[in-house]
Structure formats: structure tokens, C-alpha cells
């Protein structure tokens, strides 16, 4: 069971709007370490999507935001798009651990 | 730009040692401050973070992997290696380097990762 709890899948139509959140605990998230998002493509590595909350590297699209709120964080993609499939995992650290880096258990998207 | 590549045996016996290595491009080990990490995913399910070095060879580990797990660099071959002891199938995963500036939190850039079995 991971530390950090996603849906195990969230789906939408083309140009739909979809979240995927991602709630942890007052020992990562909510100790205010930063959330990051990735998006894994099946058999592929995961791909930085959303570092440190909100912020988008360079290259990725603005149709991806991300938020943070007390224990938890959300990743938000609008404009669905049939490429955005995937799996989108968040990633944070957590005290507990030692401060270990900890992850999602992971959210399957499907475009419909 | 920096480009990571892990590398090793695909099948390992269950009790002996895993050992991989991660090639590292277009840029020095060394140099930084960076973290190095380890990251595995067994088939369908979550990645789970084994453990970090440092620049200077400072290491962290995840508290589940502490007792079998080492990490080096290689300064000479501008790679590092993991090591992890006493395996069993439930090692069996996709195993990846990542590089983690310091100060920072987010993994970036990845490997493309290696499966590494455990069967006999």
C-alpha cells in the first residue's frame, strides 16, 4: 500500500477536463514537502510532468497544471487528448521514512 | 544534455546479488551537487525508491532496503552501480536511475530502465 493514495483510474472524452488527486498525510504532504507528477507512457520511463506543485518544465503543455492543498495535490489536464494516455504518478518525501522519496500508487488515464 | 542508461543481468538466482550499473552522458558524475538514485516498478504496479548518493559518495537508503542495498560511484567510468543482496522474486522489477538535483525534489532526467528477474 503506498503512502501516497491516487484513484486507480479516472477516464474522459477528448477535450474533457480530468483530475487525478493524490492524498497523503501530515508526515509528506502535509509536512510541506513538495508534490511532483510524472506520466508514464506502458514501457516507457516515467517523464517529469509537475515539479515543486505547480510548475511545468520546459516542453511540457499548459493543458497540464498542478495544485497543492494541506495533505494533498492534484494534477489537473484539460483539453483531453487521445497521447494522454497513461499512467501519472505524484512523488513526494515523507519524514517517517526518513525522509525516503515516496510515490503514488499510481492513476491509469483513459481517453474514451 | 545529460542521458542515463542502466545495464546488467536480465536474471538473477533468488539469495545471490543483483548488481547494475548506470552509464551516465553528456555529463560528469561528479559534478553537481546532484543525487543519483535508484527507482524500481515491479510489472503493473508503483515505483518504489531504493535509495540515493551523492556527489561525494554520501548515501541514503530506504529504510525497506537498508540491510541489502549498496550504491557506489564510479568517478572513473561516470557510472554508478547498485548492489542488493540475498534476492527474491518479490525483486523482480524494472529498475531505474535518476538523477535528483540538490535542493531540489523531482527526479529528472530518468534511464530507460532494465528488467532484472529473479528466478531460478
Redesign the interface.
Known amino acids: 500500500q503506498s503512502v501516497l493514495t491516487q484513484p486507480p483510474s479516472v477516464s474522459g472524452a477528448p477535450g474533457q477536463r480530468v483530475t487525478i488527486s493524490c492524498t497523503g498525510s501530515r508526515s509528506n504532504i502535509g509536512a510541506g514537502y513538495d508534490v511532483q507528477w510524472y506520466q508514464q507512457v506502458p514501457g516507457t520511463a516515467p517523464k517529469l510532468l509537475i515539479y515543486d506543485n505547480t510548475n511545468r518544465p520546459s516542453g511540457v503543455p499548459e493543458r497540464f497544471s498542478g495544485s497543492k492543498s494541506g495533505t494533498s495535490a492534484s494534477l489537473a489536464i484539460t483539453g483531453l487528448q487521445a497521447e494522454d494516455e497513461a499512467d501519472y504518478y505524484c512523488q513526494s518525501y515523507d519524514d517517517t521514512l526518513s525522509g525516503s522519496g515516496v510515490f503514488g500508487g499510481g492513476t491509469k488515464l483513459t481517453v474514451l | 544534455q545529460v542521458q542515463l542508461q542502466e545495464s546488467g543481468p536480465g536474471l538473477v538466482k533468488p539469495s545471490q546479488t543483483l548488481s547494475l550499473t548506470c552509464s551516465v552522458s553528456g555529463g560528469s558524475i561528479s559534478s553537481g551537487p546532484y543525487y543519483w ?1 535508484w ?1 524500481r516498478q515491479p510489472a503493473g ?5 531504493i535509495g ?1 548518493i551523492y556527489t561525494n559518495g554520501n548515501t ?1 537508503y ?2 525497506s532496503f537498508r540491510s541489502r542495498v549498496t550504491m557506489l560511484l564510479d568517478t572513473s567510468r561516470n557510472h554508478l552501480s547498485l548492489k542488493l543482496t540475498s534476492v527474491t522474486a518479490a525483486d523482480t522489477a524494472v529498475y ?1 536511475c535518476a538523477r535528483r538535483a540538490s535542493g ?5 532526467p ?4 532494465t528488467l532484472v528477474s529473479v528466478s531460478s
Open positions: 538514485n527507482i504496479k508503483t515505483l518504489e525508491w540515493r541514503d530506504n529504510p531505474y531540489e525534489g523531482w527526479f529528472d530518468w534511464g530507460l530502465g
